[in-house]
């Protein structure tokens, strides 16, 4: 069963170390996101339950994420991931080897919502993004590698799209990665939200957050 791990929380603030296979948000009656529990959560304290989601991890992805419990702070915390103030990393096992230990990888994506899939286009597509990350190789597991990845766009499954489109898909991804598409049942994806910093909403603190992830991929097992 899942279930919520708050790491931090004030009056204005949630952070939760979303598990794997969780929505944030979910219309399906049968199956509750994050936001939902937290919402139950909340009125089960007897607090006013006001939840704003600020910023999405895909379903099959772990780590941090940051809610916000006024309009004000949801408003604060907006303008920071639109201006991209805020520090976004990732940790990823990805399949293969990279041949150089930090490489920056920079593509146009463009957004098939008939599909919720992207793909990496040409620049020349004006209904293209630009989508900009910067990876750093940790260490070798086997014959794939983990990685830690710097954020510095946020498009659409941009991560799993662009390391996919390098040669070097996530391990466990449904999605983009060629040897786990036609798997049946639930695949742990090898990508965690590991680390977050943001301008506290109303005190203006920088606040600091990471996480290790769960999934034993990452481990080597």
């Known amino acids: 069963m899942k279930k919520i791990n708050i ?30 529990m937290l919402l139950n959560e909340l009125a089960s304290r007897g607090e006013k339950p006001e939840i704003y989601v600020v910023h999405r991890l895909d379903q099959p992805v772990e780590g941090i994420i940051v809610f916000a419990k006024t309009k004000e702070a949801a408003s604060s915390l907006s303008r920071q991931f639109a201006k991209k103030d805020m520090v976004k990393e990732y940790l990823a096992v990805v399949s293969g080897k990279f041949d150089e230990k930090e490489v ?8 098939d919502g008939k599909s919720n899939t992207s793909h990496v286009v040409d620049s020349s597509n004006l209904q293209a993004k630009i989508a900009v990350l910067d990876l750093k190789v940790i260490k070798d ?8 990845i710097h954020l510095k766009t946020g ?14 898909p996530i391990i466990g991804d449904k999605k983009y990665n060629p040897d786990y598409v036609n798997q049946k049942g639930f695949v742990q994806t090898a990508l965690c939200a590991h680390r977050i910093v943001f301008e506290h909403p109303e005190n ?6 990471s996480v290790q992830p769960e ?7």
Do not use: P
Not at 11 to 16: A, F, H, S, T
Not at 141 to 148: E, M, R, S, T
Not at 204 to 209: A, G, R, S, V
Not at 215 to 221: D, L, P, R, S, V
């Open 104 to 111: 920056r990888l920079e593509d146009y994506l463009l957004k």
């Open 141 to 148: 597991i086997g014959d794939n590698q983990l990685v830690k």
């Open 155 to 168: 498009r659409h499954h941009q991560i799993r799209v662009q390391l996919a489109n390098s040669g070097h």
């Open 215 to 221: 999934a034993e991929t990452f481990y080597g097992n």
């Open 7 to 36: 790491i931090y929380e004030d009056k204005y603030i949630i952070v939760c170390h979303k598990q794997a296979g969780v929505a944030v948000q979910t219309k399906n009656i049968r199956q509750q996101g994050l936001e939902g």
């Open 204 to 209: 203006k603190k920088i606040m600091e957050f």
